[in-house]
């Protein structure tokens, strides 16, 4: 059953001035804010009880479902790049994501100062709960889940920084002056480091789960999971095999309609590592930011703008009888399970069904489907990245056993199809596992730092335009050279 309040502490977090001086650098501009000037706490008497501590920790999930999180930004940062996904839409709408999709983007376009700035918006918030929070006088317990709670969100929005850029300005504390403020990027691998620990922090300390109220903030698995793919990312696969196998361990399990486990009132199910919660609250008028489901409904429909849409690569790779086909690519002409007719007429012939929302139930009032979670983290990739940690290290018999848990739901109770894989070649295996994650996690935005990481990017993307030693990473937003004077410095290539 779905919780309609989605977590008491969501409703709280719309009377959080999250860009207020409490909140943000100085730079932040007043415009980010939905939240009526009036209902902001003054600093100078905040960070006093625990109250503000829940309030401050409350607001670093809020700014998650930002357009610059989970919106047009992340989409070209993190989607329209891989060969699951293209820009969709009208010819003549967002046509900036065409310089992503053929990789000659350059430094001034503006989706990637909205990435860049969403992340280190949340990475400021984390800080400033961090370095306040350990002063305020109240419950031990509580005040050490909370600070576990930022070190995760800040490990989350690092890995997707130093994903996207490479070296990134590592910022762990708040700026005490203006010395401060103007810092050079980070290496890569020290960047790595201080998520790591951060994720063994928050892990030590974050509780298995929550009561109904708090469902959704971040848990043990949530961050063991994420300590699994950041060390996935770096190729250390015996910790990717001893964080995954300690996941497994922790009740979690596939849903068992791979479809139902994107709807509504399957949010946080079994399944749920870690969502990103997003609803509607009318009476705050700052809570229904998220335009994740509304920037790719089907366009034509109420339901959105139709971008960020299916290819053909990736209709094409699923296996006959594979149940994640239909529940991933909503077609031109079909009916979705929920009972909405797709008009022929819409200009697209796909679009994504995993931000789908039932069209009886988008308000009109706020953004199409804002209601709708993100699901960042699910079950079944912690299964591919256990399967792919013991293929690495020769434990074929487990890599199987995980890779062929996650098939067994996609052939939906129907006999003969999606067999088993039963090859013992470690490369063979290791394809075998590459291509579930791919129609697996389809249009999750993962799968073009899946194919990089994997050393394919060449080959995958080389006939859309992809370069070696250029477009594994992204270029650093042109402006913040700018505003740095040169401390700064561009990605190669750019």
């Not at 046509?95 to 909205?114: C, I, R």
């Not at 990736?314 to 002409?333: M, N, S």
């Not at 090859?423 to 295996?429: A, F, M, R, T």
């Not at 060449?458 to 650093?476: D, H, Q, R, S, Y």
Request: net charge neutral; proline share 6%; with cysteine.
């Amino acid at each position: 059953m779905k919780i309609n309040h989605k977590n008491n502490y969501i409703q709280k977090i719309g009377l959080i001035a999250l860009c207020s001086g409490l909140f943000v650098l100085p730079a932040c501009k007043k415009s980010f804010l939905d939240v009526d000037p009036q209902a902001q706490q003054p600093a100078v008497t905040f960070w006093k009880s625990a109250d503000d501590a829940t309030k401050a920790v409350n607001s670093i999930y809020a700014i998650l479902r930002s357009n610059d999180n989970t919106g047009f930004p992340a989409i070209a940062i993190e989607s329209v790049g891989g060969d699951d996904a293209e820009k969709g839409s009208d010819p003549n709408d967002a046509t900036y994501y065409n310089s992503y999709n053929d990789f000659s983007v350059t430094a001034t376009e503006g989706q990637l100062q909205g990435f860049w700035n969403g992340q280190y918006k949340n990475i400021n918030l984390c800080n400033q709960v961090l370095d306040n929070v350990p002063n305020i006088s109240m419950d031990a317990s509580l005040k050490a889940r909370y600070l576990a709670e930022a070190k995760f969100v800040r490990a989350y929005s690092y890995f997707r920084l130093v994903r996207a850029y490479g070296d990134v300005p590592l910022r762990l504390n708040v700026p005490k002056d203006a010395s401060e403020f103007n810092i050079p990027r980070t290496p890569k691998a020290q960047v790595y480091a201080a998520i790591e620990k951060d994720l063994n922090d928050a892990a030590a300390v974050l509780p298995q789960s929550y009561p109904s109220a708090d469902i959704g903030r971040a848990t043990k698995g949530a961050a063991l999971a994420l300590h699994a793919k950041v060390a996935m990312y770096q190729q250390k696969w015996a910790d990717v095999l001893s964080y995954t196998n300690t996941v497994m361990t922790l009740g979690y399990d596939l849903f068992p309609n791979y479809e139902q486990g994107f709807r509504l009132n399957n949010e946080n199910n079994i399944e749920s590592v870690f969502e990103i919660q997003c609803e509607i609250i009318p009476s705050i008028a700052g809570s229904a930011t998220s335009q994740y489901s509304q920037i790719q409904g089907v366009r034509g429909t109420v339901a959105g703008y139709g971008l960020n849409v299916p290819t053909a690569t990736l209709a094409a790779a699923y296996e006959p009888g594979d149940v994640r086909r239909d529940a991933t690519i909503i077609f031109r002409g079909e009916t979705t399970p929920q009972g909405d007719p797709i008009p022929v007429t819409v200009p697209n012939p796909m679009y994504s069904q995993k931000p789908y929302v039932p069209f009886n139930l988008i308000n009109t009032s706020f953004n199409q489907g804002a209601q709708q979670n993100v699901r960042v983290m699910r079950f079944a990739e912690v299964l591919l990245m256990n399967a792919e940690a013991a293929n690495e290290l020769g434990n074929t018999a487990l890599a199987k056993t995980s890779l062929n848990r996650v098939r067994a739901r996609a052939r939906g109770g129907v006999a003969g199809v999606l067999p088993d894989v039963t090859s013992n070649d470690k490369e063979v295996l290791r394809q075998a596992i590459w291509k579930e994650r791919f129609v697996e996690l389809a249009m999750e935005y993962d799968r073009y730092f899946d194919v990089i990481r994997q050393g394919r990017a060449a080959t995958v993307f080389g006939p859309l335009g992809w370069k070696a030693n250029k477009n594994e990473v992204w270029p650093i937003p042109s402006n913040e050279i700018d505003i740095s004077a040169g401390t700064l410095t561009q990605n190669p290539g750019y």
